[in-house]
Structures are given as structure tokens and as C-alpha cells.
């Protein structure tokens, strides 16, 4: 099933996150890693500390196995919404650009 996810950024965290999805630990998780790296690789800073992405999930619970495994350890406020087709809806800056872009350091503001 095709999902609208609608998350806040817990900015504490996006060193740490950006770490894992570009070091393979995420990708090396079965069955659902390289979907989560394509979903933030794809996902849109639309607000301040607000992400929003479409995900194909099968999981009985939307996104059960994704969130207890990688987005609840640096996302939180959650929404996960059914829908039947990626729409061109979502604006704002690219999630992966903020996370390259990102020195890492107290001067910066994510």
C-alpha cells in the first residue's frame, strides 16, 4: 500500500540519522532498509523541522516495522495517511540536500 508520511525532524538526532542512512546500516536491514533510504533520499523539508515522503509499506500497521526499526529513533508526531497515488504535492527543500548540506556543528541551524 502507497502512503503520505508527515513527520517532525527530532534535530538532536540528524547528525546520527544522516550517519546511519549514508553508512549502510540502514540499506543492510532486511526487508524494508533500501526503501527507507529512498524514502529520505525523496522526502521534502516542508516546514521548519516538518518531513513529508510517500512510502509503499505491507505491513499489517502502516509503517510498523519501518518505525520500530530506523523513523521513530529520529522522527516524531508520525502521520501516516493512505493514499492511492504519488502526487506532485509536497514542496519545499530536499530532506537529503539538508542533511549534506548540514556541518553538523552548534553554528548550524538545520
Known sequence: MLYKVKAK???LKMKEFYNVLTDGSIAALEPEGPEIVNAMQ???KSEDDV???YEVCHC???LEHERDTVYDKYLYDIEVTL???IKD???GQSFWDCLENWHFDDTYTF
Open 89 to 91: 504535492d509536497i514542496k
Open 51 to 53: 518531513l513529508e515522503w
Open 42 to 44: 525523496k522526502a521534502v
Open 83 to 85: 493514499v492511492y497515488e
Open 60 to 62: 499489517a500497521t502502516p
Open 9 to 11: 525532524i527530532n534535530k
